[in-house]
């Protein structure tokens, strides 16, 4: 893949993530724009981002309030200056740190009728990366089962934060994956002391769901075709799940 072709798919993920920082899409193509002119007026900004004037102008306003952008003077002319990108990094963890200390009421809401399994259906392509969140908070081990490509389409987010993740004794993963050329490659590039992958033999494909098991949660994905995700909360199924997972990673190649 040549630079012309990866740069626009790199742009595209920058502002995914941006967005998850809570900037919005134009937002995020002002500040991407203004990253690149260093400083600039309304007009140079407006042409960058290929937003209409007016509304840079006021998109401006909004990322100067949320302390994003700098107004600068020169010469009764008014110029416009990024903040820094870690300042993004640093909101992040401040909010984050909010989150966590709401943590614990959060949970006391949350509270589910002992026994009785919690069931959530997620439906759409567009959502099911949601569905994995909470995994990045649970400790423990993380085990996948699923065919490549299908849930590497299906969960671009999800992935993308398994290669970012801080992994460790109390933090890792264990997949499986089709033994095909696809997930040869993927097992040599992301295999690790904290992150195992084996390949399903062939006599057990095709595999056309997603399986997640952390905590005491189990995913099911459908994604081939129905785009869905059942999540079900609850210690016996999930133990079910596990030792099913360690038959078929008793079998799977190496």
């Known amino acids: 893949m040549n630079r012309h072709t990866t740069r626009p798919r790199r742009t595209m993920e920058i502002k995914d993530t941006l967005k998850q920082l809570g900037l919005e899409e134009k937002e995020s193509a002002v500040y991407l724009a203004l990253l690149e002119l260093k400083q600039a007026t309304v007009l140079e900004v407006a042409k960058k981002s290929g937003i209409k004037r007016p509304t840079a102008y006021v998109i ?9 952008v700098s107004r600068v003077l020169k010469n009764r002319r008014t110029f416009y200056a990024p903040e820094h990108p870690r300042k993004l990094v640093t909101e992040a963890e401040l909010r984050l740190k909010e989150i966590k200390s709401a943590v614990p009421q959060l949970e ?3 509270g589910t009728i002992e026994g009785k399994p919690g069931v959530m259906i997620y439906e ?3 959502n099911l990366d949601i569905a994995y969140d909470e995994s990045f908070a649970v400790k423990g081990e993380i085990l996948y089962m699923s065919t490549l490509h299908f849930s590497q389409e299906v969960f671009q987010k999800t992935f993308r934060k398994m290669d ?10 264990r997949e499986l994956v089709d033994d095909s050329e696809r997930g040869k490659e993927y097992q040599k590039k992301v295999s690790g002391e904290y992150r195992k992958i084996k390949r399903i033999p062939a006599t057990f494909l095709p595999f056309a769901i997603d399986i997640g098991i952390f905590g005491n949660r189990v995913l099911i994905t459908s994604v081939k075709k129905e785009y869905f995700t059942v999540s079900i909360q609850s210690a016996e199924i999930s133990r079910a799940f596990r030792q099913l997972f360690e038959a078929m990673w008793q079998v799977s190649i190496i």
């Open 124 to 126: 759409g392509k567009e």
């Open 60 to 68: 401006l306003n909004q990322l100067s309030q949320k302390g994003m």
């Open 108 to 110: 006391s809401l949350m």
């Open 164 to 173: 970012l993740a801080s992994l460790g004794p109390n933090f890792s993963m």
